[in-house]
């Protein structure tokens, strides 16, 4: 019934420009381009937005990357709302997008020097405990300041051959208060295989803190199908960087189902509350159709039964 993280939600400022930058990334194929109110979000706190809504999908996306990128740019007040203040890595809100991809110097020269992200972590190598699972991993910004991890995971899947390339989103990583709390949370909506768990601060990241850099402890965990998750809880808690929906950056998540009545009477039976009902927006030919809910740490979260 949940297949995973369907999609990351994306804040930008310019959605031509993000759309422009998102292809060069890899992310060609524009499934639907919508403009108007985004019913559900009147749950968080304020009125329905208003907003300009692109999903794209990368047409080279492989088993272990296969999530799309939705770029979000709000439409009223006075547009975009800034980054999260003191948001670095693991505070609570979503941290990144984590694309997979093959050959991640070449990637990461490749955004750096041809479309102009900036580089926040050079390439480096390692592996993750407890199954010692190689990996190559390195870190740009888009041009709202939104971070990239790509990764390989050599030890598990060296990506079909030819040139070096993203794929799709492999994970997208969120700060929680609880992550024992969290991850039985997410494990009644699948995702169940844990690929890593790490307690220790990783040392590249530190130059992204404003404050001494806190401890990390971080698991990923996948589903049978889409992408996985990367809670992180740190200690101490840093400010909550939730933001308003929209805001630059990464803001928000969606994890895909087949029938979207069937999993809400699901989430409804194991005792998790909706935020609103679901909802249901034409788009072109197809349908955009989710539900927000409510997740422990009130991170942005819906489900999406995708009929585009």
């Known amino acids: 019934m949940f297949n995973g993280v369907d999609h990351i ?4 400022g310019d959605l031509d ?20 109110q985004i019913p559900g979000t009147e749950s968080f706190g304020r009125e329905r937005r208003t907003a ?12 272990i990357g296969p999530g ?3 770029l979000v740019q709000v439409l009223d007040a006075e547009g975009p709302a800034p980054a999260p203040r003191g948001q670095a890595w693991g505070e609570i809100g979503v941290c990144e997008i984590c694309l997979h991809v093959r050959g991640v110097q070449a990637v990461h020269d490749r955004l750096v020097g041809e479309l102009g992200a900036q580089s926040l972590m050079a390439p480096l190598s390692g592996a993750v405990a407890p199954h010692d ?6 870190y740009v910004a888009d041009p709202w300041g939104g971070k990239i991890e790509m990764i390989e995971w050599t030890g598990l899947w060296r990506s079909l051959p030819g040139a070096p390339r993203a794929e799709g989103v492999n994970h997208v990583a969120f700060g929680v208060s609880d992550l024992e709390r969290s991850r039985s949370f997410y494990e009644q909506l699948g995702f ?12 590249p990241m530190a130059p992204w803190y404003e404050r001494e850099p806190p401890d990390q402890h971080m698991i990923m965990t996948m589903s049978a ?21 929209g805001h630059l950056g990464p803001m928000e998540f969606a994890i ?16 998790v509350q909706l935020l609103g009902e679901p909802q249901t927006v034409e788009v072109g030919t197809g349908q955009w159709r989710y539900a927000y809910f409510a997740e422990p740490d009130g991170n942005y979260v819906s489900l999406v039964e995708p009929r585009y």
């Open 52 to 63: 300009r809504v692109a999903m794209l999908a990368n047409p080279d996306a492989s088993p």
């Open 68 to 70: 799309r990128i939705k």
């Open 17 to 36: 420009a993000g759309i422009e930058f998102y292809a060069g990334v890899g992310f060609s194929d524009i499934i639907f381009d919508y403009t108007g």
């Open 133 to 138: 699972v190689s990996l190559d991993i390195a």
């Open 256 to 271: 895909g189902v087949s029938n979207l009545q069937n999993a809400v009477s699901d989430l409804r039976a194991r005792g």
């Open 9 to 12: 939600g994306v804040g930008v």
């Open 192 to 203: 169940i295989e844990l690929l890593f768990e790490s307690t220790a601060f990783f040392e």
């Open 225 to 245: 199908q889409g992408a996985g998750i990367e809670p992180c809880r740190l200690t101490p808690l840093g400010p909550d960087c939730r933001g308003e929906w």
